[in-house]
Every structure is written in C-alpha cells, then in structure tokens.
C-alpha cells in the first residue's frame, strides 16, 4: 500500500475529484510546459456531467487562466470515471497530449506513468495483513504505523488538524446562502447555539458533533479550504468527531493525532482495495469510507482492541453499501452536507456496537470492502457522481421553470 500521508489533502472545495484533483493536474501540466502559449482541457464522464456545479472548469482556468475548457458528455469506454485529457500547445503545434485521472481524494493519474505518491510504503495490501503483522510482531496498530511512515509523520498530521479545526472554526462563524442557486441557508452557527428544551448529554453531543460536520461541509461548499477525509464531499464527518473529542471531552491533541494516523490507515486500505471516489463507487466511497474511518479513529481514542477497531470500521462501512451519490444540480450540498452530520453520528454508534458484540461478528473489514467495490461497480452510473438520478433528478423535476 501507499503511504497514508497521501489520504488528507489540504485544498479547497467542493469536490476532492472535481477540485482538487483537476488543479493538481493542471499545476502539474503547467509545470510541465510552462512555454505553451494555449492550453486546451477536455472534461469526461463525471466531470463532465457535474463540471460546472463542482466547479472543475473554475478550478483549471484558476492554474490555467487562458485554457480553453470542453466538456464531453458521450464519450465511452473511459479508462476512469474522473478522465481528463491535457493538450499543451506551442505555436500551433501539440507539445504534449496527456490523459490524467483524478482517481479520488485530490489524487491523480498520469496514464502511462508513476508518481511519487505512486511508491509502495506498506508491504501489507489488506486489513487482515496489518492484523497479521501486528500480532506477529507483537504491535499495536499504532505502533506499526510509526514503524511504516515514520515519526515525521506527526508534523504532517498536526498540519492537517490545524486545517481541519480552522475549517470548523470558519464554519461555526458564518452565516448566510450557500453559492449555487439552491437557496441553501448555512446551518451550523445556529445548530450549534439551539439548545434544545432540557437537552440531555447525548442530545448535546449529537448536536454540537452535527453542527462541526456541518461547519465543515459548509465552507466545503463554499469552495474554501478543507482537509480530504478522505475527500471533500466527506470532509466534515472526521473533524466534527475528533474536534468534539479534543475541546469538549479533553483529550490531547496528541491521541487525537494517533487517531487521525488509525483512521488515515483504513482509508489507504479501502482506497488500495476499491475506492474512495464518487464517481466510480457513489457516496459509499466517500461518507462510507469516511465514516468507518471515523469509527476506527474513534475505537482507537477509546483504548479498544485492535479487533475493535476493526469491528468499528466494518459496521460503519457495511451500513453504508449501496448509498448513491446524487448531488442536487451538481452542488456538494444536497444531500451532502446533512449527510455528514450523519455519518459521524453513525460512526459513534459502530464504535458502541463493537465494544459489546465484537466477539460474535462474522464478517471481517475486507469482507465488507470487496462487497463495497462490487456495490459501486453494479451502480447504474446514474448514482454515480453525474446528477442524472436519484434525489438529483426527483428534486429538478418538480423545479418551477
């Protein structure tokens, strides 16, 4: 597997393969050709479909402010859902031609080529082989973690949660319409101030966690800076479990950075095994893998088993199969936003489950992963990231014109 520093990316919404992605693919391009006098960038499949709600073109003319941006909306056979296709030229002339994949999570492909983000870390391709290994050498998980990145991994986790907890912390402070022409009024300043009529403890802690996610998922789709985990479609629901865990229940930043490293490991699983985007898997790639993240996380920060944890991850993801991703008009806000809130609520609820049944489940966290795959892989591409099913085409049929 790859190193897990690659599964939080710090960049701005709404969309990891939508805009972070492509941006990266255009500095990339740019550096590459920095003498090309025009630059021309074919979008296909979901990014076609979902391009301009998602922001990509905004995202590439950003890099690349001359480029000439084409969205093609029938082609077939792609290598991969998320296909661009880079043309540098000099003069009239092509200096380079060039199909990349933005493959989820802010990351991209090069066709034909390897990236440094490409270099194998782990020898282990699967959860059950990090168990193995663990118990072989008489490891816990975040011991083999260290051993396997490093301790400079720290700096880059602290980065990330700097990022993270800013994000919540913008949220929390603003107000207003989210951009789009949905209407959509930000929620999480007023969530987290209403107080309910003798609100409980648990009631509290689902409130103030929803309205972190939403926070988050907020400044999300107002394309600001966010942290992939592990995209940005489901950016809010590892913040708003581990940022209530640090300020409302104390701990220290340092578990809740251990926690951030259990978690980042089972996306590099889930992403190694199937994967984390939308666009090839629905939103069970996505708020899927970032719940049963969380849930891992979490039964980490809780002192739980390493078959805990497993177990933890393995709920969250196995009540997630089958969830469509279906944005209303393209936007990351319908239904996506509450839809964070959700999962981390979710994601507590399998970390509970697992501490009482863990001995008697009879499906492992790989299990649940290959069916995911094999889940988004029989989705009709409609509920695949293109806005042409689902609650997307429900929702602008009974639009007035």
């Not at 994949?101 to 282990?124: A, L, M, N, T």
């Not at 806000?333 to 501490?355: D, F, G, H, K, Y």
Request: hydrophobic share 35%; net charge negative; proline share 3%.
């Amino acid at each position: 597997m790859k190193s897990i520093k690659s599964i939080y990316k710090i960049g701005n919404g709404p969309s990891s393969s939508h805009t972070v992605g492509p941006y990266n693919a255009a500095q990339m391009f740019l550096h590459r050709h920095p003498e090309a006098d025009h630059f021309q960038v074919t979008l296909y499949g979901s990014l076609a479909f979902t391009g301009e709600g998602h922001g990509t073109k905004k995202a590439i003319l950003h890099v690349l402010p001359n480029a000439e941006v084409l969205f093609d909306m029938h082609a077939l056979d792609l290598p991969h859902p998320n296909t661009m296709r880079f043309i540098a030229y000099k003069d009239g002339k092509i200096l380079e031609d060039k199909r990349i994949f933005s493959i989820g999570g802010g990351s991209i492909r090069i066709e034909g080529e390897e990236s440094e983000e490409d270099k194998e870390v782990w020898p282990e391709k699967n959860f059950t082989e990090i168990m193995e290994t663990c118990r072989h050498q008489n490891l816990s998980l975040l011991e083999l973690i260290i051993q396997r990145e490093g301790e400079d991994l720290y700096s880059d986790l602290k980065h990330v949660w700097d990022a993270m907890k800013e994000s919540i912390e913008r949220g929390l402070a603003s107000e207003g319409i989210l951009p789009g022409g949905l209407g959509v009024s930000r929620k999480a300043k007023m969530l987290f101030s209403k107080r309910c009529y003798n609100e409980s403890g648990d009631i509290a802690m689902n409130r103030q966690i929803a309205s972190y996610a939403y926070a988050v998922s907020e400044e999300n789709a107002c394309e600001n800076v966010v942290v992939t985990a592990p995209t940005c479609g489901s950016c809010g629901v590892i913040p708003s479990i581990f940022y209530y865990m640090e300020k409302d229940r104390g701990f220290p930043e340092k578990e809740i950075l251990d926690a951030l490293a259990v978690a980042a490991v089972i996306g590099n699983v889930i992403r190694t095994n199937a994967s984390i985007s939308g666009a090839e898997c629905g939103c069970q790639a996505e708020i899927g893998s970032a719940c049963s993240m969380a849930a891992a996380g979490l039964a980490h920060l809780y002192g739980l088993s390493l078959d805990e944890i497993e177990y933890s991850a393995e709920i969250a993801m196995e009540h997630n199969l089958g969830l469509t991703c279906d944005p209303v008009d393209g936007l990351v806000q319908i239904p996506c936003i509450e839809r964070n809130a959700v999962a981390a609520m979710r994601a507590i609820s399998s970390v509970t489950l697992s501490r009482f049944l863990y001995e008697t489940r009879k499906i492992s966290f790989d299990e649940v992963i290959a069916t995911m795959y094999q889940t988004g892989k029989d989705l009709n591409d409609k509920y695949r990231e293109t806005s042409h099913g689902g609650l997307a085409t429900i929702y602008r049929s009974r639009k007035p014109e």
